[in-house]
């Protein structure tokens, strides 16, 4: 069962170099994949702990909001393989005490337009 209990992660969109459709490459490559990845995990665990304000669960399930400059087709199972970082961010802010499937459920994602402020909204729902 799911209550109206909800918590919004607002994080800038991940930089193209987490998308798996980006090749590594090189040593140099997986150094900025690395450095990205810990960089979306920190500002991530920092977002959920503004937005969570103390707030722990033990199940949960996300929706994913991608505002986009420009509206065009989208592969949505490549935007959420780039937000695992930001899962694992939330996951050390302590809003859930794991981001696997015993605790956490994605509903998938979704494109609007924002011209003015492109962004990552999700949106965690408290399941019982």
């Given at each position: 069962?799911?209550?109206?209990e ?6 800038p969109?991940p930089p193209?170099?987490?998308s798996?459709?980006c ?15 810990k960089k979306?995990r ?11 304000r103390g ?6 399930t996300?929706?994913?909001?991608f ?6 087709r989208?592969?949505d ?5 780039m937000?695992k970082?930001a ?5 050390e802010a ?5 981001d696997d ?15 003015e402020w ?10 019982e």
């Amino acid at each position: 069962m799911t209550t109206n209990e909800q918590v919004i992660v607002v994080l800038p969109l991940p930089p193209r170099i987490l998308s798996p459709n980006c090749p590594i490459g090189s040593r140099q490559g997986r150094f900025m994949y690395a450095a990205a990845a810990k960089k979306q995990r920190r500002i991530a665990r920092q977002a959920t702990e503004d937005a969570a304000r103390g707030t722990v669960w033990n199940k949960a399930t996300v929706k994913v909001v991608f505002y986009h400059k420009t509206i065009r087709r989208r592969d949505d199972v490549n935007h959420l393989a780039m937000l695992k970082s930001a899962y694992d961010g939330v996951v050390e802010a302590g809003l859930l005490p794991d981001d696997d499937s015993r605790h956490l459920k994605t509903e998938g994602a979704e494109f609007r337009q924002d011209k003015e402020w492109p962004r990552v909204e999700m949106i965690f729902t408290r399941v019982e």
